[in-house]
């Protein structure tokens, strides 16, 4: 296996390695405990891709330290990653020695032969506890550096097809150039990842905004691109002669980031971006159409899943060509309703619309411009149906737009774009359509701006509607010390009818891990899950399953449970200061060193109130020493007055004017007091915690917790007629 895919140079490779571990160790020393300690916050990996059956040392750069990194968590299968830690300073006799704040460490990257292509998210664990999300690219192809300092044609990088070009906008008006020998009629896939790299990052409040130019070795134009993947560019471009050829990459507004890095493949092999169709069967063959600029029309691929039976939902698939060699991923959704295909593009009009079944998913796409596309169905009165739509979530470059008709072709309903968690997207929904009176009806399907082409492939799930929830978790990740708490919000969003209470489980805990799963109430949409490390739990970070259960009520007292996975959640840091989520891949739960607070003790763990009345908390802190920065008490988590968890019943709230809630200068005790109004609803033993808040930047904050609180509430008794 190559020990480094990079094209640096070995020497390049060596002093690059010997002057990072030199400088980790003379970089600021700071002592522990003099201010609020962060867990690192990840900002980069350079380079950020690695090719396939190879390992290499990476580094990765952070907003606070990542000193004492011990492992490395790469999600999907098939990459993993060593910490190359720094010596620690040597000590001198009769003194401390303060621990380095390390923001650049080496990490070597291992990509098995079979890791799939594509990008992963990874975590470190150190001793401060787990850290941000990070990315990585995993590729087929070499990966090359851009370890030049020059912003000409003259200093430019030099590479061979195929290849992946890394770099970074590390400067204002910065230029990045790679040549490379191209041959008459050679056919080029040039796929730039940037911007998509930065949406997982913490502190990235603006992105990169790439062009990609393909220049002739007399600089003339001879293709470009600027967005295409959002803001990141994607082209084709036969080679017009034989000779040497330029790649130029920038920010289009000449602007700059030592974090801003890129991943651009190179390639002269088909490269799909899409298939049709876009939803198959979980356990049954299908013949995919591949579809992109650089794949010839025609081109079919057959792929059976047996004996395997394909997880639901969206995902990405590796497609064997006929020669024995693999495509690069096709982004695909697995469903367990029936598929039926769009037959003909003879369905634009209400009178041809094609007929389906329903339930099912109909795979079809706009062929052409202002294409729309008609599909009929029988239905029965007080039946309820969800229309959801698979498209641009899967790569596909339509912007839908659906409309549900009835027989003669009069709009009843339309939906455009979807939140779907915390995250407006271009895809479609409608939930819980009631349908009026038996007959026929219709569901249109276009572009919202009139678009078409092969790309523009799309899949409408429509399903029966049935109570149900989704949930979504504030954070992705939550830290611990040894005897000490942390708090994970859960939040759901309800669906056609479905109104019970939300039961939390947590699976796959650390070991040394307690946990105290908490429920959402029925009138409410968070709840809590508080976790507990035992006082001898060995230090450890590791993924954790979150789900929720609830058991809805069936014909005949036949009751059934359904169990809803939670999507992580990674906040982020936006202009201005607002605190905002992108979903990631995992949830970490961690045990880290003693950090700041060492205990939360509280005076009351079961609580009971009934309106008009109150009740005050005492809370003392255990401070680690030194450490005398304000703390903030709470018993919800907010952010410049937006509310991102509160678990508590109905009717109650804090009392700020009777608390003392920000504990200055050292301070270890303060107190809670909550008090219940006549809006006040039944809740038994409902779980929540008080939180002591450190903040690390404007947006985050170091949470610590006190062990799970309990509180029951008795309403206000209606007076009897």
């Known amino acids: 296996m190559p020990k480094n895919s990079f094209t640096c140079g070995k020497e390049f490779g060596k002093s690059m390695m010997k002057f990072v571990n030199s400088l980790l160790i003379l970089l600021l020393m700071v002592p522990v405990g003099i201010a609020q300690t962060s867990y690192p916050m990840l900002m980069t990996l350079q380079p950020v891709a690695i090719q396939v059956g190879t390992s290499a040392d990476m580094v990765v750069k952070s907003r606070s330290s990542m000193w004492g990194a011990n492992k490395v968590m790469v999600s999907g299968n098939g990459v993993t990653g060593e910490v190359v830690h720094p010596d620690p300073p040597e000590s001198k006799e009769g003194e401390e020695t303060p621990e380095p704040s390390l923001t650049s460490l080496t990490i070597k990257f291992t990509a098995r032969p079979d890791a799939q292509p594509g990008v992963r998210d990874f975590k470190l664990f150190t001793d401060r506890g787990v850290s941000t999300v990070g990315q990585i690219v995993i590729t087929r192809d070499l990966v090359v550096w851009d370890d030049v300092s020059t912003d000409t044609m003259d200093g430019a990088k030099e590479f061979q097809v195929p290849s992946t070009l ?17 041959q008459a009629g050679q056919r080029l896939a040039i796929h730039c990842r940037c911007m998509r790299l930065q949406d997982r990052i913490h502190d990235l409040q603006t992105h990169a905004d790439p062009i990609v130019t393909l220049k002739n070795h007399l600089g003339s134009t001879v293709a470009a691109c600027d967005n295409y993947f959002a803001a990141d560019p994607y082209f084709v471009v036969e080679i017009p002669q034989t000779g040497e050829y330029f790649l130029e990459v920038r920010d289009v507004r000449y602007k700059s980031n030592a974090y801003w890095n890129y991943a651009i493949e190179v390639i002269d092999r088909p490269f799909p971006t899409n298939a049709f169709p876009l939803a198959i069967a979980a356990d049954q063959p299908v013949a995919f159409d591949l579809i992109g600029a650089s794949v010839e029309e025609g081109t079919k691929v ?9 997880e639901t939902g969206r995902q990405w698939l590796s497609l064997r060509s006929d020669d024995g060699g693999l495509y690069d991923p096709i982004p695909i959704y697995v469903s367990q309703e029936k598929i039926i295909n769009e037959a003909d593009d003879n369905n634009d009009t209400v009178k041809n619309a094609q007929r389906i079944e329903v339930p099912s998913v109909v795979n079809g796409r706009m062929d052409k411009e202002a294409d729309i596309d008609y599909f009929s169905f029988e239905a029965k009165k007080g039946d309820t149906l969800t229309f959801e739509v698979i498209a641009r979530r899967s790569q596909s470059l339509l912007d839908s737009f659906i409309s549900i008709e009835n027989a003669e072709g009069t709009r009843l309903y339309a939906a455009d774009d979807y939140t779907f968690g915390r995250r407006s997207n271009w895809d479609s929904k409608y939930d819980n359509f009631s349908v009026p009176d038996d007959g026929v009806y219709h569901i249109s399907i276009h572009d919202r701006h009139l678009r078409g082409g092969p790309e523009y492939v799309y899949a409408i799930e429509i399903s029966r509607s049935a109570p149900t929830f989704e949930l979504t978790l504030d954070t992705d990740k939550t830290l611990t010390t040894p005897g000490t708490s942390g708090v994970l919000f859960v939040r759901a969003k309800r669906f056609n009818g479905f109104a019970g209470e939300i039961q939390l489980h ?91 607070i060492r205990r939360i003790k509280v005076s009351a763990n079961e609580i009971s109130l ?95 917790t006190s062990e799970p609180l309990f509180i029951t509430t008795t309403p206000k008794e209606e007076p009897a007629k």
């Open 166 to 182: 890394t770099g970074v906008f590390e400067k204002p008006e910065d230029l990045d150039y790679f040549k490379f020998k191209g």
């Open 302 to 310: 057959t792929f059976d899943p047996f004996p395997l039976t394909l």
């Open 506 to 596: 947590a699976e796959n805990l650390p070991a040394g891990m307690q946990v105290a799963a908490g429920k959402i109430l029925a009138s409410g949409q968070d709840g809590c899950i508080v976790f507990t490390a035992n006082k001898d739990a060995p230090l450890d970070a590791q993924h954790v399953r979150i789900y929720g259960s609830a058991v809805l009520d069936g014909d005949e007292g036949q009751n059934t449970k359904l169990l809803i996975d939670a999507t992580p959640y990674q906040e982020t840091y936006m202009p201005g200061g607002g605190r905002s989520h992108y979903p990631v891949d995992t949830y970490t739960l961690s045990i880290q060193k003693p950090s700041d």
């Open 610 to 704: 009934k309106p008009g009345e109150e009740v005050k908390i005492d809370v003392e802190l255990e401070r680690a020493e030194g450490f005398d920065t304000n703390v903030s008490l709470d018993v919800i988590y907010q952010h410049l007055g937006q509310i991102w968890g509160n678990s508590l019943p109905k009717g109650i709230k804090m009392d700020g004017n009777k608390s003392k809630i920000l504990l200055t200068s050292g301070e270890l005790k303060g107190h809670v007091t909550l008090v219940a109004d006549d809006t006040l609803e039944q809740a038994a033993r409902q779980q929540f915690c008080i939180m002591a808040n450190v903040s690390l930047n404007f947006v985050m904050k170091a949470t610590y």
